[in-house]
């Protein structure tokens, strides 16, 4: 089974002029949207989580190879 699309069948919408469009002061018909959160995130306990540490770590790492590189290929 197909499933069907959010918007709905222009062919089964009244007011639509042809091409699709809507006469001037008219309001187009409702498609769906899906923008937003459906519920409020909870505040981490702690300033840093364990993602923010990892971050950190991985790019202090990258900084630390890149002078190393950097260090090499001036000597």
Known sequence: MTAQPPDPD????SGLEPGG???PGS???DSAQT???SAAQPRPRRKFTPTVVASFIAI???I???????L????
Do not use: M, N, R
């Open 21 to 23: 469009g809507v006469a």
């Open 35 to 37: 923008s937003g959160l």
């Open 60 to 62: 202090a790492i990258f």
């Open 27 to 29: 309001t187009p018909p």
């Open 10 to 13: 222009p062919a089964q919408t």
């Open 64 to 70: 630390l190879l890149f002078l190393a590189t950097a």
């Open 72 to 75: 090499v290929l001036v000597w």
